[in-house]
């Protein structure tokens, strides 16, 4: 009997006690299955929590758990270098390799010597009188986003342009441009940060949990 002819419940009930890297071998045999395992998303959740027992945090947000159980497997930067030495950047839920990291990153001396208050409020076109903000939660770019602080804070210079692009272009108006900043800034960044830490803490739990399965320390 062919599998496809099989209820769809018992092939899901089958299916989320196999483990997440034969999903991936059975979604990539055939059209069927990789459409099946691409819309039933909680088999891969049942597979992660029962073969994957040091992954307890849930993807990040709007992320699928196949394309997160994808980011825990993977080896490759996601840079197409073919560097497999890489680690997971949770502040933009990609691999990079060290290389990649560092030319994807700057420090906060490098974004200040291009963003000085007065060249940065320009942009933005908002006056500092009209934030109500304090001098250390003052709206520049590095106070918007997360940053990776494993061997000195680090900013992704992607999500720079993003806060640059939607401050300077996106949104038409100064009111929606002060909303924006407030709603993204101070106890959301502090909360981000929360959470890629937890993140980072599991990596280092999983590392631990493989080294000692595999080498026994």
Not at 1 to 19: A, G, I, N
Not at 23 to 39: A, G, P, V
Not at 105 to 133: A, H, V
């Amino acid at each position: 009997m062919d599998l496809r002819e099989f209820p769809l419940e018992v092939l899901v009930d089958v299916l989320k006690y196999l483990s997440p890297i034969n999903l991936f071998f059975i979604s990539y045999t055939c059209q069927f299955f990789y459409k099946l395992l691409l819309n039933e998303q909680e088999i891969w959740k049942f597979s992660r929590k029962n073969h994957m027992v040091c992954r307890k945090l849930n993807p990040p947000l709007n992320m699928k758990e196949r394309d997160y159980l994808k980011l825990l497997l993977g080896y490759r930067c996601y840079n197409r270098c073919y560097e497999r030495n890489t680690m997971i950047y949770w502040e933009v839920n990609i691999r990079l390799c060290s290389y990649c990291y560092t030319n994807s990153t700057c420090t906060r001396d490098e974004m200040c010597k291009r963003f000085t208050e007065k060249l940065w409020l320009k942009e933005i076109g908002i006056n500092k009188s009209e934030l109500p903000f304090y001098d250390n939660d003052f709206p520049y770019p590095w106070n918007l986003i997360p940053f990776h602080y494993l061997g000195g804070n680090r900013y992704f210079k992607a999500q720079i342009l993003v806060v640059k692009q939607i401050l300077s272009r996106e949104l038409k108006t100064k009111k929606e441009r002060i909303e924006w900043i407030e709603e993204n800034s101070g106890e959301k960044i502090r909360k981000q940060q929360e959470e890629i830490i937890n993140r980072q803490r599991e990596d280092f739990e999983y590392l631990k949990f493989i080294n000692k399965k595999i080498f026994n320390y």
